[in-house]
């Protein structure tokens, strides 16, 4: 049979849309990091820290706000740094409310002496009703194949109340000493920020330490029941360095150098703490604080170590 003139065949070994080819592969690491996530990981090979406060979104609505802190333990020399950072907040039976899943190339010759010095912050909500949840975390490089996860229990308050809340002290860094990374949720629209004074942010170190004659910054954020249209009301506040068998220990100098009121319900107070004459080891930061309008007391609490 003569052979057509005119037609032109060409062959390739398949076709497909690159686009979808990735979004479907984008799609099975996060089914893969969903089910290691349930399951547990039995050793982290990356240095995972998680710390969160309860927030406010908008309408009122109850929200977590998170830090998850990654400091890798080698960086690659001459190669980016390909880290895949997941987060899911589970319900009390274990199901997935919200997820967050990001991905990143680090040029290590630009971000590397903030990688060594500090680390990297990924700051992260979910927007979740009121009562118990939990948070699960888990970042992977990817370049190696490397993994590390974190793990925190959550129980939300419902905002409703008018008695005043504090919760766990914050202590401060600056933003400009770590790579920060912001990853938006798949569900509801994130709250604002928690962590900031007035107009200037900061991050909360997952794992404070205090060192004798060094200043700490810290700060305490308090839901005050709506009652933040009274920026002058007094609130007495008492910390603590408590040991681990109970016994509260001398601080040292406490500082009370900042009170805010802001538009979102809560009150910031910032302190600055110098220890002096403390042994070395594990404490807790023990933080109570009074309403002068009803006299009932708040009290929160952070796990420190004294270097």
Known sequence: MARPRDVAVSHRAGYFERAAER????LSRRFEAAEI???GLPESEIAVRALGVPSRAAGGRAAFSFVVEVQPRTLPDGAPLGLEIYAYALDEKGGIEDFIAVASNLDVSKVGARLRGRGLKCR???VLPPGRHSLRVLVRDATRGQMGSAWLDVNLPSFDSPDVMLFPPLFMD???SWVVIDAPSRGASPPASPFHVADEPFVPRVRPALANGRTESVCLLAFDGGRNYDPGASFEIKPQLVKADGTAVR?????????VAGADGFRRFVLH???SDLA????TLRVRLRDPASGRIS???QAVRVE
């Open 174 to 176: 600056d933003p400009a």
């Open 273 to 275: 703490l110098t220890p």
């Open 124 to 126: 992260g909500a979910f």
């Open 37 to 39: 996530v349930a399951k």
């Open 280 to 283: 070395a080891g594990e404490y």
């Open 299 to 301: 009290e929160a609490f």
């Open 251 to 259: 601080l040292g100098r406490i500082e009370m150098v900042k009170a």
């Open 23 to 26: 979004e479907r592969t984008a």
